[in-house]
């Protein structure tokens, strides 16, 4: 069992010319308790949490946020070679200085970006659900999420313009996250040096009125064949070539654009 207290302070100061954010101070603070008990079939976790932030505005905006949270996991085998994991869990999320007060163009995204100071905090109730198939060569893993989001925050265009950018606007709505992660990773006798991944990946992300949320991900496949090396010289050697391919992303909102599918080929090597 660990007990702990986490906290944070942030500082923002402008020195420049243009305002994005004001100046403001943000202080975080938690108290946690976690505990991992172990049986001779199971593994279960617990937790509790709980939360606050304060954000304080030079202008004389001041906010506080608090939330308690809390979790419960478990990890057996339900079969020799098949591993379950079952999580439920509460989760919080302040809103954050950006969300609150921007107003100005983000040059790094090329958008001008405003605040809503009204924003509330999220909590969500999630559950997950995993199963793994190993053995001694191969392994099958199906990881799937229902993600249920009370306040949701998301930044998304209005369809209007300031000096050329588009605008965007923190915004906030009840909202259902959901998908998840099947894949293999095989590596064949005798030849354990060579290692073969191969994963599907996707997201949907949509409001209570069935709306999509924007810059949702698009669906992901993922195919990597790795080799493993060692000599005199090299210890921990690899090599690597991966084929990573984003599929079409047409379940846009209402001001977003659709997305072409793109792949991706990387490769790399590396030793001590």
């Known amino acids: 069992t660990i007990v702990g207290v986490q906290g944070m302070n942030q500082t923002n100061t ?10 403001a101070t943000t202080n975080d603070v938690g108290v946690l308790v976690t505990s991992h008990i ?43 070679k098949i591993t379950l994991r079952l999580n439920l869990a509460t989760g919080f999320r302040a809103p954050n200085l950006a969300e609150l007060a921007s107003d100005g163009t983000h040059e790094g995204t090329n958008r001008y970006e405003i605040g809503n100071p ?13 199963l793994e198939f190993k053995n001694e060569h191969i392994e099958i893993f199906a990881n799937g ?11 998304s ?6 000096d050329d950018d588009p605008v965007f606007v923190y915004l906030q709505e009840n909202a259902n996250l959901y998908g998840g992660e099947f894949g293999l990773h095989y590596h064949p006798h005798p030849l354990d040096w060579l290692h073969l991944y191969s994963s599907f990946e996707t997201v949907t992300g949509k409001q209570d009125n069935d709306d999509y ?5 698009a669906n992901t496949i993922n195919n990597t064949i790795r080799v493993e090396f060692s000599s005199k010289a090299f210890q921990e050697g690899y090599a690597f070539v991966t084929y990573r391919t984003k599929l079409e992303q047409n379940n846009v909102s209402q001001f977003e654009t659709s997305t072409d599918g793109y792949s991706l080929l990387s490769a790399g090597f590396g030793a001590k």
């Open 14 to 23: 402008n020195y420049g010319e243009e305002l994005l954010i004001p100046d």
């Open 38 to 80: 172990h049986f001779d079939k199971a593994d279960i976790q617990l937790g509790a949490r709980f939360d606050n932030r304060s954000i304080n505005i030079n202008d004389g905006f001041n906010k506080s946020f608090n939330s308690f949270n809390g979790a419960a996991g478990i990890k057996t085998n339900i079969l020799e």
């Open 145 to 155: 999420f229902y993600n249920k989001v009370n306040n949701y925050i998301f930044i």
């Open 118 to 130: 009204d924003l509330e905090s999220e909590q969500n109730f999630q559950t997950d659900l995993s």
């Open 157 to 162: 265009p209005n369809g209007g313009f300031v």
């Open 213 to 217: 949320l924007p810059l949702i991900p």
